[in-house]
């Protein structure tokens, strides 16, 4: 794939999203002059510990995708099993296609060209809702979560999210921190 079919598709997919938005996030451009990087907003899912969030993500794509997935990274701190403490994401879909050399991967679930960026967000939103503690990026959340999922929201408020409104006020208060 050569990087002018790459930038096409990803204008296609952008001029689709705007066309046709997704319920749970919307995408656009960081700059209008990059393609290759795309800003993200992800409404926390319903029933989840992030409902009522609103979280800032960045794309940045490589010059040859789809062959290669891109990047993912939080903008608005969030605390949760399958993000880092830098903010990236580490789910299945995102990462390079072949053979999981830990094991904890099927080929199939990894990075495959027919994704796009609603596949993508559609994924991250499910790995909001459903963490994935098999393989995490942030062992200390995973920990917490395995451990008493109880407890696992009141960890939250303490990442003092600026852009985003939590429904912790009820926790912020009980003593749990």
Known sequence: MTELQSALLLRRQLAELNKNPVEG?????????????????????????????????????????????PKMKFITEIWHPNVDKNGDVC?????????????????????????????????V?????D????????VDAAGLQLRNTALFPCTLPTYRWTSV???????????LR
């Open 125 to 129: 939103i499910s790995m909001l809702a």
């Open 25 to 69: 996030f919307s995408a656009g451009l960081i700059d209008d002059n990059d393609l290759y990087r795309w800003e993200v907003l992800i409404i926390g899912p319903p029933d989840t510990l992030y409902e009522g969030g609103v979280f800032k993500a960045h794309l940045t794509f490589p010059k040859d995708y789809p062959l290669r997935p």
């Open 131 to 138: 963490p994935n503690g098999d393989s995490p990026a942030n």
């Open 165 to 175: 409104v939590t429904s912790w006020q009820t926790l912020a208060g009980s003593g």
């Open 91 to 123: 789910i299945s879909i995102l990462h390079e296609p072949g053979e999981d050399k830990y094991g904890y991967e099927k080929p199939e679930e990894r990075w495959l060209p027919i994704h796009t960026v609603e596949t993508i967000m559609i994924s």
